[in-house]
């Protein structure tokens, strides 16, 4: 049972829709993450928020767009996708160490993921 | 800078052991260790920070090996739970950057 709910589980859109998605931690954590997992590639850090600030935007597209509203929640907002982003998104957090800032050193927390098709 | 992770794949029968490696081509501040089952969350096993230190999870321990930049991660007696892809996530002295960098995994079986 995880601590970190990812919602939907399976998402299936076209290359012009928009859609959303949605990760929920109940671990009082911080910091939170979206990754990227793909198949025969390792996982691939998308972005990092902090106390709710965007402190890590890994070279992503402007397709992806994310959202914290609190240390809770995350969103991560798409729209035209390409066939190459089908993948397993990952949402993460964890519970920052020294001083209040992220750190890479503390455990992550990984939700179920959502498996996103683009057709 | 991705670890490379060795053997790609292991298959066990129940009761064995085995050994996951996860070599790097640069200096090591940590290595993190978690396993992943399919359709799952991948989960946390533990972190090993620079020192040579060792840890121990039940029957799932780890060792980390300064001068060699790899750590290993050993499974004795290994169980049907222990099944999954284990993933080594490297983070690097050098620099303010401090990232995890992932390996590709190690895909594990346990058969009865």
């Known amino acids: 049972e995880t601590g970190v709910t990812q919602t939907p589980r399976h998402l299936v859109m076209g290359m012009t829709n928009k859609k959303s998605l949605k990760c929920e931690q109940h671990?009082?954590?911080?910091?939170m993450y979206w990754y990227k997992q793909s198949a025969k590639k390792p996982l691939e850090l998308m972005f990092v928020?902090?106390?709710?600030?965007?402190?890590e935007n890994n070279s992503v597209p402007s397709r992806f767009s994310p959202e914290c509203p609190n240390s809770s929640h995350l969103f991560l907002h798409l729209h035209t996708l390409q066939p190459e982003d089908s993948a397993l998104y990952l949402c993460?957090?964890?519970?920052?160490?020294?001083?209040?800032?992220?750190?890479?050193?503390?455990?992550?927390?990984f939700g179920n993921g959502t498996r996103l098709t683009v057709t | 800078q991705q670890p490379v992770q060795s053997p790609q794949a292991v298959i066990l029968r129940e009761g064995e052991d085995a050994v996951i490696n996860c070599s790097s081509s640069?200096?090591?501040?940590?290595v993190h260790w978690y396993r992943q089952k399919h359709g799952e969350a991948p989960v946390f096993l533990m972190i090993?920070?620079?020192g040579g230190e060792q840890k121990g999870h039940e029957k799932i321990s780890a060792s980390f090996n300064e001068k060699k930049q790899q750590s290993s991660l050993y499974l004795t007696a290994s169980q049907l739970s222990y099944s999954g892809t284990y993933f080594c996530?490297?983070?690097?002295?050098?620099?303010?950057?401090?990232?995890?960098?992932w390996g590709l995994g190690t895909s594990l079986a346990v058969n009865p």
């Open positions: 993460a957090s964890s519970q920052p160490l020294v001083g209040g800032k992220v750190t890479y050193n503390s455990p992550l927390h």
């Open positions: 671990l009082g954590h911080n910091a």
């Open positions: 928020y902090n106390f709710k600030e965007q402190t």
């Open positions: 640069k200096a090591l501040y940590s």
């Open positions: 090993l920070l620079k």
């Open positions: 996530g490297t983070e690097l002295s050098a620099g303010n950057n401090r990232k995890l960098i």
